[in-house]
């Protein structure tokens, strides 16, 4: 009996996962988007290997160089070359979008399906939303720099407390649709316990949901981690991180435009691709989420 | 519609609390005692006693914050570190440059946006529609500082053709040269979501009866689509925009820092990076209630929009 209960609770996940990817292969846009994310994020995690310089070492006989040549993107103003910057940067910048897209959903997931579940909750929960709602992510980034000191642990604490009300109320939502289900009031009616009902029954249901939600905020979360980077309230140099590449390149901007916009360059592709990719992901679990 | 407005003003203020409460936290995080810096190096225990007692500072923290807000409501947010100048006066400089930065940016962006997100509603399926959403996908996906610098090194420098960097003056006062790069570099990344936005909206309402009764009059299509289809359209438009207000300030900060704007982003960045937390809090401030009163301003556009919403 519970296991056909079970079963209609976390009804469909085996389908709709075969019917994503078969959907996905067959949008040529969205293939090619995951592709070029694939291929980031291998470079990215296996930077030591894929990088061709030291990201570090410094070389004033070959400052600024153009891209081409040896330095298959140009040097920067200290003859770091860019490529194996832009690689490591890409790590950093990634690692950032990462954390903040896994942290605030978590905290968010959780804070609504509370609010759903348990009705005595949901007014303060989203009282609290309501209150980190007013701050959008650059000020939230910019108190906490001011507060803790730049730096990317402040970013970190800036794209999480961002993602947290959205999530937060995403997942409110999903979830009140869910409670309203029969499978609900079985679950109750056989006795299963809370913590099953919550996480059999409510959050395996919201699942999807939420993670389209997210796929669609990553690439605006590495947007706002790299503007916080390039205003200098994240990484310190000599740190190799995107953003904070591009505002260093800024200052050689007339007589070697490459040093700020390789990197630039590189923050565009990601993000276009985690756009993509997040609305092929959403047209095909979630329409309803299209806004 | 007055009640709308005030149960919306009710539920603000959470958050205007919420956003003091940060900023009195921010002063209190200056790393040295206020008290022993007054006092010199050489003071005694007793007169820095004498001194915290005289600033309040012993007080339990909520008192603090009591007396913090009415501080703020007399507009005395303290003295930059720095500078020596009142923080109020200050944000007054430079409150005007960055609400100017962010008109000039939206006559930019909400004309362009809403017409080339009919534009792909209208025509879709086609061509136009595929390359205005591409085109809008690209801008959403854009860093903000990477047009900047673009439009910095091309139309300001290669070009020499605008100014790039501060301010000349104000708009009645031959300051518009100055203002246009800035405005195009903020209103760019705002076009494509806009266009976004209302595409979708439009959609929706091209399906609806009274079009379909307005292409039966025989009213010309023009009409059918500017007069109806997309005057219903701007109620979730409105709202959508309002959503990018976000966008819009955190858009501004990085804006004045590239172009040297005078504006308040621009005094929080500096104040932060040169630990002015006097002056930082301050600035922060005036963003956040800039944000509140934005979204208050949209919420009222709103019941203005949507008669529907005003019984």
Partial sequence: ?291 | MGRQIVHRLVISFPALLGVLFLCFCLLQVVPADPAMIIAGPDAKQETIDAIRLELGLDRPILVQFFEYILRVLQGDLGRSIISNKAVSEELLQTIGPTVELMIGGLLIAIPLGITLGTLAAVKRGTLTDRAIMGFSVAGVSMPIFFIGLVLIQYVGFKWNMLPFTGRTGPVWDGGLPSLILPCLTLGSVLIGPIARLTRTAVLEVLGADFVRTARAKGLREYHVIVGHALRNAMIPVVTLIGLQAAFLLGGAVVTETMFSWPGVGRLAVGAIISADFPTAQGAIMILALAFLSINLIVDVLYVYLDPRMQR
């Fill in chain 1, 1 to 291: 009996m519970s296991t056909t209960m079970d079963a209609a609770a976390s009804g469909g996940s085996e389908m709709t996962r075969t019917a994503l990817w078969r959907r996905l292969s067959r949008d040529r846009v969205a293939a090619t988007a995951s592709v070029v994310l694939i291929v980031v994020v291998l470079a990215a995690v296996f930077a030591p290997w894929v990088a061709p310089f030291d990201p570090y070492a410094i070389n004033l006989l070959n400052v600024m160089a153009p891209p081409g040549g040896n330095n298959l993107l140009g040097t920067d103003s200290n003859g770091r070359d860019i490529l194996s910057r832009v690689i490591f940067g890409t790590r950093n910048t990634l690692m950032l979008g990462l954390v903040g897209v896994v942290f605030g959903g978590l905290i968010g997931g959780v804070m609504g399906i509370l609010a759903a579940f348990y009705k005595r909750l949901d007014g303060w929960i989203m009282r609290i939303v309501d209150v980190l709602l007013a701050f959008p992510a650059i000020l939230i980034g910019l108190a906490v720099a001011a507060i803790a000191g730049a730096g990317l642990g402040a970013v970190v604490i800036a794209l999480v407390l961002s993602t947290v009300p959205d999530v937060a109320r995403v997942t409110r939502g999903a979830a009140i649709g869910v409670m309203e289900q029969e499978f609900i009031e079985a679950g109750r009616a056989l006795g299963v316990s809370d913590f099953t009902l919550i996480w059999r029954y409510l959050t395996l249901n919201c699942i999807s949901t939420i993670f389209v939600f997210l796929s669609l905020r990553f690439g605006q979360i590495i947007l706002i981690g790299s503007a916080l980077s390039f205003l200098g309230m994240g990484a310190q140099p000599p740190t190799a991180e995107l953003g904070m590449m591009a505002a260093q390149g800024r200052d050689f901007l007339f007589m070697a435009p490459h040093i700020a916009t390789v990197p630039s360059m590189a923050i565009f592709a990601i993000v276009l691709c985690a756009n993509l990719l997040g609305d092929a992901v959403r047209d095909v679990l979630d329409p309803r989420l299209q806004q």
